[in-house]
């Protein structure tokens, strides 16, 4: 069966810090990947989507990036965080085109 | 207007109630409608999926979509305590396009 991977659960940063966040999948080859953050108060927002090795799409400008090294890697990433970039990360999978199926999250604080 | 609209609530309910969760939305090209449930801090759980109009039951769960009215429902009958949790809708035009969500019905089942 699949199952993805997300880590750290909790992050606590200093603005201006930069931020790795590491998102695997098991069970499945080739699959759609995707960055969500959940703002408080906030519906999910989709950040970037990976359809494979390299190639990333990103839905909205910001202070944040996506790459793609490996076929069930997914990393998000900053250089400088910002306090805006606070909100809880979400990485998912597409299954059968329409099924999304997310991991367990990252509640990233940036102070 | 939003693409998808959805209470943010809270609902509160006793325990036993039968719950009606609802969304709208503007789209006419979305096919493919989902209920996803969140407990707190943790990724989004797929409930319940649908293609196009209709009704799909699993256990206490029925999902309804009716498209002439750009509706959708998620109906919990016997509702528990551990129903209790953040409900979002989601929908899809299908294939690559991306997923939308509501921003979720915060709900609580009284004991």
């Known amino acids: 069966s699949q199952t993805i991977h997300q880590w750290p659960a909790t992050l606590v940063q200093p603005v201006g810090s930069p931020l790795s966040l590491e998102c695997t999948v098991e069970g499945t080859s080739n699959p759609n990947l995707y960055w969500y953050r959940q703002a408080a108060g906030r519906g999910l927002q989709l950040l970037f989507y990976?359809?494979?090795?390299?190639?990333i799409s990103s839905e909205v400008p910001q202070n944040l990036s996506a790459s793609r090294p490996q076929d069930r890697q997914f990393i998000l990433s900053s250089k400088k965080l910002l306090l805006s970039d606070s909100g809880f990360y979400l990485c998912?999978?597409?299954?059968?085109?329409?099924?999304?199926?997310f991991g367990s999250g990252t509640q990233l604080s940036v102070l | 207007q939003k693409e998808v609209e959805q209470d943010p609530g809270p609902l509160s309910v006793p325990e036993g109630a039968i719950v009606s969760l609802n969304c709208t939305y503007s789209n006419s090209a979305f096919q493919y409608f989902m209920w996803y449930r969140q407990y707190s801090r943790k990724g989004p759980e797929l409930l319940m999926y649908t293609y196009s109009s209709g009704n799909k039951e699993d256990g206490r769960f029925t999902a309804q979509v009716d498209k002439s009215s750009k509706y959708i429902s998620l109906f919990i009958r016997d509702s528990q305590p551990s129903d209790s949790a953040t409900y979002l809708c989601?929908?899809?035009?299908?294939?690559?396009?991306?997923?939308?969500f509501g921003i979720g019905t915060k709900l609580q089942v009284i004991p």
């Open positions: 989601a929908m899809s035009e299908g294939g690559y396009q991306k997923v939308t």
């Open positions: 990976s359809v494979g090795i390299g190639q």
């Open positions: 998912a999978w597409k299954w059968d085109n329409e099924k999304l199926f």
